[in-house]
């Protein structure tokens, strides 16, 4: 079976199903500094065309949170809470993300990797997969 | 160069609003039209004396401004949609103040209207937690911000629940606001309400609200012989900026934006007024989850960085306090329907600086601050004085 991404251009996946996915980012040749997700124009020194890079697949918690009312007006929805955070990568860029751990988990400044989570599957019989961050060698959510 | 714009022979003529809530009886444009006769009985106008009309909403469809213009009347006058989240409500009134400063207009209305329980009754936002772009509950980003305060700065909890319980207490006394308790609020009740997005409870949070508001700007000499006697109320000056890169920005997702964005657009704002934070009496602010307005304290120049949570534990934003923020309740209690909630942080403006702010009023208020920030993406920071 097929892994698929959400929506083309974010990540990509690896063949191997044991390997992270790759965030893809771009990195400007003029100024240096990188960004997710891909873009043409630099947006510290604008200049046009900026080169195809892959980000780490590591990186520490800058701020999160955990939401435990997913859903706008909607007070009595049976639908568990989630974590959200911010991730610094090595690189520069700052990647929110939904984070696949709970609240007492969760930390500033601790290490954590991107992972894939299988959301459903689609009309051909594929994974739809999205990338989320979650601690340091915790168990993947993606064999779901 | 951007600049903050200062304007000239520009006065409030008008402020009209119905009280913001969970309107699901009244329609829409009835809302509007009533917020519109509101602001033209107030201005002692009728539409006839309007030349331009800036209408903004943010959940509604294209067009809809025309129809909401069409109940006031059908002269004819240039109407202009403006969207901007949820700062949409001030930049309508930047726009009509503009309108007449530059000379193009002697009488223009900025008119806001929403009806954000529609959204939420369609469980939208939220259920977007599994995309890219995940429309996440606002909630949650703001609560990022809450969290690396705390982080650096050791806030509690019990800080937040503090800035909750005081624009709860305002809201009591405001007639105009959704969320009037009928005792004092505590900051143990806040803290013991339900969580949301940790740290944030949900009395820590605003509702998501119906509203409508309007405001008629117009040449002071007209505000004058319309309204002899009344003291005159005038926006002063306007900024607003759009985001500055720096490295830690957050491209995908909703994000609360950088932190520079207030201090930038306050700073262009005071050099344009030729004023200081010093200087304000009664400030307004994007107070949608409640750490924002312990953050804009600091960002609005009110107190040095760090001290926020001392001014908190002071008193100093609260009634009799140094500087008393969000009187009307903020967005916390009076409610934010989104449009409209600009112009209703200048409804309550012009209240304080006309000295008709009842049961909340700030003694001798001259100069008020109205700020906004909407989707995390533009600022605006206006100041309205009172002529004497």
């Not at chain 2, 934003?317 to 989104?338: E, K, Q």
Request: proline share 6%; net charge negative; with cysteine.
């Amino acid at each position: 079976m097929a892994r698929v991404p959400i929506e083309e251009g974010y990540f990509r996946i690896p063949d191997d199903t044991g390997e992270p996915p790759r965030l893809l980012g771009s990195k400007c040749p003029a100024c240096g500094e990188v960004f997710f997700p891909r873009r043409l124009v630099c947006a510290q020194c604008l200049h046009e065309g900026c080169d195809d890079v892959e980000l780490s697949t590591r990186g520490r918690l800058w701020t999160w949170t955990y939401c435990h009312v997913p859903l706008f007006g909607a007070k009595d929805a049976d639908v568990p809470g989630y974590g959200v955070g911010q991730v610094d990568l090595p690189e520069g860029p700052r990647v929110q993300s939904i984070l696949s751990a709970t609240a007492d988990e969760l930390e500033i400044g601790m290490e954590l990797e991107i992972d894939l989570e299988t959301l459903r599957e689609n009309r051909d019989g594929d994974e739809v997969v999205i990338y989320r961050f979650r601690p340091v060698g915790a168990p993947s959510a993606g064999a779901a | 160069m951007r600049r903050g714009l200062r304007f000239e022979n520009v006065a409030v003529a008008g402020i009209g609003m119905v009280p913001f809530g969970m309107l699901h009886d009244d329609p829409m444009m009835h809302l509007a039209r009533d917020a519109g006769l509101f602001a033209l009985h107030d201005a002692g106008m009728t539409l006839a004396d309007v030349d331009e009309g800036f209408v903004g909403y943010i959940g509604l469809t294209s067009m809809t401004g025309i129809k909401a213009m069409k109940e006031l009347g059908l002269t004819g006058l240039p109407v202009t949609h403006i969207e901007n989240a949820s700062a949409t409500g001030l930049v309508a009134f930047r726009e009509a103040a503009w309108a007449v400063s530059s000379g193009r207009a002697d009488v223009a209305m900025a008119l806001c209207f929403d009806k954000f329980t529609d959204n939420a009754r369609r469980g939208g936002r939220g259920g977007g937690r599994d995309e890219i772009d995940a429309p996440i509950l606002p909630a949650s980003y703001f609560a990022l911000w809450a969290q690396r305060r705390m982080h650096e700065r050791g806030t509690t909890p019990a800080q937040f629940a503090a800035i909750a319980a005081k624009n709860w207490n305002y809201g009591a006394a405001c007639p105009w606001s959704h969320r009037r308790p009928d005792h004092e609020v505590t900051v143990e009740e806040v803290l013991a309400s339900r969580m949301v997005a940790e740290p944030l409870t949900s009395m820590m949070c605003c509702p998501a609200d119906d509203g409508a508001a309007c405001v008629i700007l117009a040449r002071e000499d007209l505000v004058r012989a319309r309204q002899p006697g009344r003291r005159v109320v005038r926006p002063l000056a306007s900024s607003l900026t759009s985001e500055t890169y720096a490295r830690g920005h957050t491209f995908v997702g909703p994000v609360v934006g950088p932190a520079t964005m207030t201090s930038d657009t306050a700073a262009e704002c005071y050099e344009a007024a030729g004023v200081g934070p010093e200087d304000v009496d009664v400030a307004y602010c994007h107070d949608a989850f409640v750490n924002e307005e312990l953050m804009y304290y600091e960002l609005l120049g009110f107190c040095a960085e760090g001290d926020a949570e001392k001014l908190v534990e002071e008193g100093q934003t609260g009634p009799g306090g140094r500087i008393p923020f969000n009187t009307d309740g903020g967005l916390v209690a009076r409610g934010h329907p989104g449009g409209p909630t600009g112009l209703a942080q200048v409804h309550e403006s012009v209240l304080q600086l006309r000295g008709e702010a009842d049961g909340r009023q700030v003694e001798g208020a001259r100069l008020a601050l109205a700020h906004l920030v909407g989707g995390g993406s533009i600022c605006t920071v206006n100041l309205l004085e009172a002529v004497s």
